[in-house]
């Protein structure tokens, strides 16, 4: 009798979440195992079911996402913002990233940099963030930053950076005429690829009118920069981070 009970309560909650009204929801109904839980709560969205391929993410009764190909695990909203990001296992069991996009009509991108790190961008708002896989978690680096951006990668470390102050500076040229430029102050932040922290190094502020930095690795503890002035700088990273080589 319990056992009943417990498996209308079950089939209950399906019928809740996949709501026959919602065309979006017509999915499978898949059998329920040990090892394949129902509805898994990632408040406020649910992913049914767990751990098979065509699953689908929810969001108040809603279907958000789905792949035939793909297992999607696990759920992450992106702070500040109306999108979120998954986590899935692809069926060449490879970890990947995907975003959802609220249809709100702004300018989002989302790309992979490599198979651990993937950058976003709202080019409406401004705000870019760095997402990175670890641990078969979700990880975004530094979430409170609006800027995170330029990530660039070797086979042990990543780098990327965020604009940590800007404002506008007045010079006089040689003909004596007084130019203003907005400047961007630039701070670097490191990652080792088998640790899960970042050091970001406040001692190496990097300045120039230019809003975007592009990095470059040198060699396996070095990266290299290029101000809009056309002069090239490489930084020994030993020396900001040693405790990361």
Known sequence: M??????FLFISTLITILNPLNPCSAVEIFSRDPEHRGVIEFAPYQIYPEKR???GIYFEKKLLDTHPQRVILNIH?????D?????YLGLNDVLGLDI???????DVRFWQVDPE???YSNRTSGTRRVFRIFNNNIIPLLPNLRTGSGVTVSKTHAVFYHISNSKNVTSTNQSGQKITNRVYTFRLHVIKRNLEGVVSLYELPIKDANYLLKLAWENKHSVSYKLS???KHIIDLRKFAPSLF
């Open 83 to 87: 999108n979120f990001v998954y986590l």
């Open 117 to 119: 790190f993937y950058q």
């Open 229 to 231: 002035n056309g002069k």
């Open 53 to 55: 391929v065509g699953n």
């Open 77 to 81: 909203k992106i702070k500040g913002t």
């Open 100 to 106: 959802v996009k609220n249809n709100t009509g702004e």
């Open 2 to 7: 319990i056992k009943i009970k417990n498996n």
